[in-house]
Structures are given as structure tokens and as C-alpha cells.
């Protein structure tokens, strides 16, 4: 059995934006304490004023601060939610006895979790329609203001078989947060149709500054 963390990025890493700070340290302290055999840190080139990838500027900081015996892998392709759990998939090659715990933010939880069960376990859009509302009618039916968001998921997690996604909670400006619900609706179709993620891919390397 292998034990593998995972690190979804939040954009290019700088310890001195406290939050970002708080959500490596309290994985780095997961990884060390749960003896993690490996973590997989994941993010690509998403800002054209750094010579580095998410992952890359992750991976600067945590190196000297993880257990030396845990082997670190960065994915650095990646610039979307789904991109991540697709390209950590050849890397991660799940097997039904390890134990996988994938870090993000919570307000991005439950869609990691969509596409962890698309991409890792190939389940249908039908499957995991039913279970993603299953989890938002038993935990999500509160209302909660924006200095809420996240709370509720970051006490239960989202689980499925051998992996659990583990919410870190980084309070968004309200903008920042209706723009992350909405990109995560296209997030989720996109896999579905192949136009949809070829103009969704093209958009977010826009917002990004990168060449198409």
C-alpha cells in the first residue's frame, strides 16, 4: 500500500500571502506526520511575470521542510481544477490498497471530487450526479454567508473508496468567489464536450496572459 498526499496549487506560491501560507504548512505537516511515502504537488505556468510553474514554486518551499524520506512529484502542466486530476492520474497509477488525500481549497472540493471519480475511477456522469447530490443535500443545506464558505465541508471532507479530498479553507473576496462557482460549472461540462473544454482551456489561458 502507498500512501500519496497531494497538493492542488492556488496560483504561484508567495509565503508572504498568509493564507497560502497556512494551507502548504498544514499540508507539509500532514505529509510528515501521516509518514506519506510521496506527494504530488500540481500546477502549472499560470503567471506570465514568474519563471515558475505553481508546482515548481511549491516545490522550493516545501522540499526543505518535508520529511526527507518522502519523495516529491510535481505536475506542472495543469492550469484548470480538471486538468490536475487528469494529469496527476499517470503519475499517481491508483491502486486499490493505497491511501490518497488530495488537498485544495474548499470551495473547490466537491468538483475535485467530480472529477477524481471521473478520471481515476471512470465512473459515469449519471453515477456521479447522484452521489455529488447526495453529499449536497446531507452536508450543503445551510445558508451560509461568505466568511462561511467552506466550513461545513472542511468538517466532513469528500471521500470516495481509498481517496479523500481535504478542503482548506481560503476566504475568497465575494468577486472571487461567484467567479469560482461559475467557473466551476464550466469546469465540470467541459469534460463532457470536447468544444466546451477547447474554448474553456482557451479562455482561462486568456485570463491568464498565456499564449493559446
Request: charged share 25%; glycine share 4%.
Amino acid at each position: 500500500m502507498a500512501k500519496t498526499a497531494i497538493l492542488i496549487g492556488n496560483g504561484i506560491f508567495d509565503s508572504s500571502i498568509k493564507d497560502y501560507r497556512n494551507y502548504v504548512d498544514e499540508f507539509i505537516d500532514f505529509a510528515n506526520r501521516n509518514r506519506m511515502d510521496r506527494v504530488i504537488v500540481s500546477g502549472g505556468h499560470t503567471d506570465t511575470n514568474s519563471m515558475h510553474s505553481e508546482a515548481s514554486s511549491l516545490n522550493n518551499y516545501m522540499k526543505p521542510r518535508l520529511d526527507k524520506r518522502i519523495k516529491l512529484v510535481t505536475e506542472e502542466k495543469s492550469i484548470t481544477a480538471s486538468q490536475s486530476i487528469k494529469y496527476i492520474k499517470p503519475i499517481l497509477r491508483l491502486k486499490p490498497h493505497d491511501d490518497v488525500t488530495v488537498f485544495c481549497d474548499s470551495a473547490i472540493a466537491v468538483k475535485v471530487m467530480w472529477f477524481v471519480m471521473h478520471y481515476w475511477f471512470s465512473m459515469s456522469k449519471k453515477e456521479i450526479e447522484g452521489d455529488a447530490l447526495n453529499f449536497i443535500s446531507a452536508h450543503y443545506s445551510r445558508r451560509n454567508g461568505i466568511d462561511d464558505m467552506g466550513k461545513w465541508i472542511s468538517v466532513t471532507g469528500v471521500l470516495y473508496k481509498n481517496v479523500e479530498v481535504h478542503p482548506y479553507i481560503i476566504k475568497p473576496s465575494l468577486p472571487s468567489a461567484i467567479a469560482q462557482q461559475l467557473i466551476s460549472i464550466i469546469d465540470i461540462a467541459s469534460i463532457y464536450n470536447p468544444a466546451l473544454y477547447k474554448d474553456f482551456i482557451s479562455a482561462t489561458k486568456q485570463r491568464y496572459g498565456l499564449k493559446k
